[in-house]
């Protein structure tokens, strides 16, 4: 995803007792407009990357939901 523009960081935080081995993922990009262009033009890769190390690390995986954050400009605060 660092090859991506609007790519900020991916955070990883454990949810619950460390022995329960479930994480919270997070990516975090500029603008929901840089993810969607990050899908389109790295779908292939992504593919590929779920394939060799998803597949044999993960064993469930849940999209829990995107979320926006508004800024001034969005809520016509100049």
Known sequence: MR???GYIATEVK???PESDER?????LWQGHRGFEIFR???SEDFVQFDRR?????IEKQEVVGAYY???D???GLS
């Open 23 to 27: 994480y919270r993922v997070r990516d």
């Open 69 to 71: 954050e508004a800024h």
């Open 3 to 5: 090859q991506a523009p």
């Open 40 to 42: 389109e033009r790295f």
């Open 14 to 16: 454990p949810e619950g």
């Open 73 to 75: 400009e969005d809520k």
């Open 53 to 57: 190390i998803v597949d044999e690390l």
